[in-house]
């Protein structure tokens, strides 16, 4: 774990990982090579239904500075800048996409030992903003983000939360949604093979209660499986396997009683690394 307070954007991730990282239920490829120069190249494809999606997406580090470059199937362009240790403890990046002349964006993170700042600037006449920041230690932090509309001159919105995390265990309470829902979120390591986690929402204007539960447990060193289950009746199953270094296959499948059609779903994830 890392000296400082996680940024607000983490808050509860690592529970959030294992109850829906990699699940996929569509077919899904990538291929991603590296060269000694520092040039990463992937190519992605993902069949949905009878439509087909794809994108190229390079990256290259030279020193401090990361550039990424990703071209979708629809030929739209999108490129980030990233510089770290401008300053120490300050990450800046500059991102825009192609052709929309509105998208340009700055944005800016700092860690420190006790805080973490976090802000983004639209790079327009009339830009969103948003800034969110943390307070407190590696295991024990609280915090909380705002974003703003200069355009109407509102507040789109904020949310505020506490996190403690260790090793083997990790927590967060969430007052989300400009303080309609509550989200707490817990995560326990039993081993470093065997892991459950669990996501709770409240909504408190209309007194509705979700709930996600999950376990995580690698049969050997190459192969994961994970569950989750609903309160709805949703349930799901994955199994990844790295059958090479960096190479993995997912499959993934899920039920869900209430779609009476068609209530199982399934899909699978071919991630190649030479």
């Not at 192609?98 to 639209?122: A, C, E, M, W």
């Not at 703003?148 to 403690?164: L, P, Q, R």
């Not at 090793?167 to 995560?187: F, N, Q």
């Not at 049969?219 to 059958?243: I, M, P």
Request: aromatic content about 8%.
């Amino acid at each position: 774990m890392g000296k400082g307070p996680v940024p607000f954007v983490n808050f509860g991730k690592r529970a959030k990982d294992l109850l829906h990282k990699d699940y996929n239920f569509d077919q899904k490829f990538s291929l991603s090579t590296t060269s000694d120069s520092g040039l990463g190249v992937t190519a992605t494809g993902v069949r949905i239904d009878e439509l087909f999606i794809g994108d190229i997406h390079t990256q290259h580090k030279s020193g401090k500075a990361t550039v990424d470059v990703k071209v979708d199937s629809d030929s739209r362009v999108s490129s980030t800048v990233t510089v770290d240790e401008i300053v120490t403890g300050l990450k800046t990046s500059f991102s825009f996409k192609v052709p929309d002349q509105k998208s340009g964006k700055l944005d800016l993170q700092y860690l420190h030992d006790r805080f973490t700042l976090n802000s983004s600037i639209g790079l327009a006449s009339a830009p969103l903003l948003e800034l969110s920041a943390t307070v407190g230690t590696s295991e024990l932090a609280i915090g909380g983000e705002v974003g703003f509309d200069s355009t109407s001159a509102s507040v789109t919105k904020y949310n505020y939360g506490m996190s403690y995390s260790k090793d083997d265990i990790s927590a967060a309470l969430l007052l989300a949604d400009k303080g309609e829902t509550l989200k707490a979120s817990y995560i326990h390591l039993f081993s470093p093979t065997n892991a459950v986690a669990a996501e709770v929402t409240h909504r408190l204007k209309t007194k509705e209660n979700y709930f996600t539960i999950g376990s995580s447990h690698a049969l050997d060193s190459s192969t994961l499986v994970k569950t989750r289950f609903s309160n709805s009746g949703k349930a799901g199953l994955l199994c990844q396997h790295e059958w090479r270094p960096k190479s993995f296959v997912t499959l993934s499948a899920e039920y869900d009683p209430k779609v009476v059609s068609s209530p199982a779903r399934f899909g699978v994830a071919i991630a190649l690394k030479p």
